[in-house]
């Protein structure tokens, strides 16, 4: 599922876990900064070893994803000039995907667990702008 802003620009992703996929869904537009997908694999797969080659990329702002590996939390979603677009309930094995624009998240159950990823470097005090 994605959330668009009123503009029409693209602000996160949210994929509900379910155990029945095919093979690989890509979540993030090939043009994002993160690239998350979800992939199926059969028994006995062997990925061929590889390197991955340096290659530059220049990055303007955070995109971060959370997973929730238990628990539930409610995210709220907002546009870049901090309006409410919406608010989705994740739980176990869901992940969202913020691109752009603001968020916030309140846990609804004790020991609520996620994994973050963002992009880097983070500068804790130049990162953000609380509202």
């Excluded at 503009?7 to 090939?30: G, M, T």
């Excluded at 238990?70 to 094995?93: H, P, R, V």
Aim: proline content about 2%; some cysteine.
């Amino acid at each position: 599922m994605y959330i668009y802003s009123q503009k029409k620009k693209l602000v996160a992703c949210i994929y509900k876990f379910r155990k029945k996929i095919n093979s690989r869904i890509n979540l993030s537009p090939e043009n994002e900064l993160l690239q998350a997908s979800i992939i199926k694999f059969d028994k006995n797969f062997n990925l061929n070893r590889h390197i991955h080659t340096k290659v530059s990329r220049k990055t303007i702002g955070t995109q971060e994803i959370w997973i929730v590996m238990g628990g539930k939390l409610k995210a709220t979603f907002y546009e870049t000039d901090k309006t409410k677009i919406c608010s989705k309930i994740l739980k176990k094995g869901d992940i969202s995907i913020l691109f752009r624009g603001g968020h916030k998240f309140e846990t609804l159950e004790k020991n609520t667990i996620i994994y973050e990823i963002k992009n880097g470097p983070y500068i804790k005090d130049k990162d953000l702008k609380k509202f």
